[in-house]
């Protein structure tokens, strides 16, 4: 079996990378040990940066984006009883869109599968290997278990967190940087009408809650809970109870309409970089490189960034035979990936409450959102960053 770029992976950065190859007529092999319908059916991210927007719809990937997500030209910042909005539009002219991940995975699947892509579900005991040879190889069992051979010209790990191509890079050639944070997010997804059109990052003394949301009917909706939280100590009535509580502010906010949940579950929270992205034939994008908490609804763009990097640089090798734009591409993602993390390690250090922390660091907590609402320079640092640094 051979191929030009085998990707590990297909969630949006294995899918999409394989889309923009397809475009420049590069051949790729998509390998995904999930099935389709899991793929389809993980609920994540939920924020688009206009950049990711803008790339989807140039690439004939935001006809049902146009149609069904949603623009956002502002978030708002609630803490100490008062709501507080950061208008995007006027502080950088750009706004953001709010569209599931989930969405966005199908609509590249289906323009995959469309143009006839080598896509694999179900796929098993994934390897890689020969990764500083011209003829990087992947090994893996087909869903009817069948052993396969795919030699390609270059590998992307777009295998995520967990996956299995980070670690096929021999020891002492990549340096880790982490942060663990002692708090997660329980997170549903509620049959209920938003009460706002934009979202509500809170600040609470019983924890941080973020209101979103992925339609007129669907809320999406965040409390800060315990790493190793139970879900199955979080009952309907108790998760609504806890959020009203938490998201309950100033006179003119409505309470939370309540609805049937149909779907919760907790995330836990790290900030990871893998360096360098890259080791001989092997590219790693997305999740297996990188990490950010959700709080600055960074982890789905960043995915994007690097695998649109990575597509123009393999477009450059095989239009050329140069590496040098694929000898660059970890320098030109993590410069990005850097900022996203600094930002995302701030929204959330300011925007949680910590086990542990003093008074001292929660009044802290408190003047670095009061200087926040108070200072323009402050809100377009904010709004600059969260709509999406320029890629270059
Ligand atoms: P992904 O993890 O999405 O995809 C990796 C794919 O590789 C998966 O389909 C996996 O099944 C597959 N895979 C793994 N091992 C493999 C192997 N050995 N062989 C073949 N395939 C393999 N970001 C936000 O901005 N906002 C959020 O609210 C948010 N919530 C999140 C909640 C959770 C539970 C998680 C885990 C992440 C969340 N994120 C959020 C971040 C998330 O959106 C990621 O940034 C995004 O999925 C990154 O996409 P990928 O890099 O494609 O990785
Ligand atoms: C979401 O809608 O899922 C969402 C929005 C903003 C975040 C994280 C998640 O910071």
Redesign the pocket.
């Known amino acids: 079996m051979r191929t030009q770029v085998g990707i ?7 899918l999409l990378l394989s889309h923009l190859l397809h475009l420049q007529g590069i051949e790729s092999m998509v ?4 099935s389709r319908e899991y ?1 389809e059916g993980r609920i ?4 688009l940066e206009q950049g990711t927007v803008d790339l989807l719809n140039e690439t004939g990937l935001g006809e049902r984006m146009r149609r069904e997500g949603l623009s956002h030209e502002g978030i708002n910042i609630r803490f100490a009883g008062h709501t507080h909005r950061i208008d995007f539009v006027d502080l950088t002219g750009k706004a953001v869109t709010v569209y599931g ?1 989930h969405e966005v995975v199908k609509d590249l699947i289906a323009a995959r599968l469309k143009a006839g892509a080598q896509l694999h579900f179900e ?1 098993d005991q ?1 390897g890689v290997s020969d990764l500083d040879t011209p003829a990087p190889t992947i090994r893996f069992l087909d869903r009817d278990g069948a052993e396969h051979a795919l030699v390609c010209d270059v590998i992307a790990g ?7 191509c980070r670690p096929a890079i021999p020891a002492g050639r990549l340096t880790m940087y982490e942060r663990e944070y002692p708090l997660a997010w329980l997170g549903i997804l509620a049959e209920s009408h938003p009460i706002s059109h934009e979202l509500i990052y809170v600040y609470h003394e019983r924890g941080f809650a973020l209101f979103s949301m992925r339609s007129p009917r669907i809320t999406r909706l965040y409390l800060q809970c315990a790493p190793d939280e139970d879900l199955a100590l979080w009952p309907d009535d108790r998760i609504w109870d806890e959020l009203q509580r938490r998201l309950a502010g100033d006179e003119e906010t409505p309470i939370l309409q309540e609805g049937p949940i149909l779907q919760k ?1 907790v ?1 836990t929270m790290r900030s990871f970089v893998a360096e360098p992205m890259q080791f001989g034939r092997l590219f790693l ?4 490189a990188h990490i950010v908490p ?1 709080t600055g ?7 994007v960034t690097d695998v649109s990097v990575l597509a123009q640089a393999l477009a450059a090798f095989y239009a050329s035979g140069s590496f040098e734009e694929l000898d660059r591409y970890s320098a030109t993602c993590l410069r990005r990936v850097w900022k996203a993390e600094r930002f995302s390690a701030w929204m959330t250090s300011t925007l949680h409450r910590f086990p542990g922390h003093t008074p001292f660091e929660q009044r802290v907590q408190l003047a670095e959102l009061d200087y926040l609402m108070s200072s323009h320079a402050a809100q377009k640092s904010l709004a600059e960053n969260y709509v999406g640094l320029p890629l270059r």
């Open positions: 590990v992976g297909a969630g949006p950065a294995g390998l995904e040990i999930r793929v994540r991210a939920g924020v991940q796929v994934v777009c295998d995520g967190f967990h996956g299995v579950g995330t994008a997305g999740d297996a959700p609804a960074k982890g789905l763009n960043l995915a």
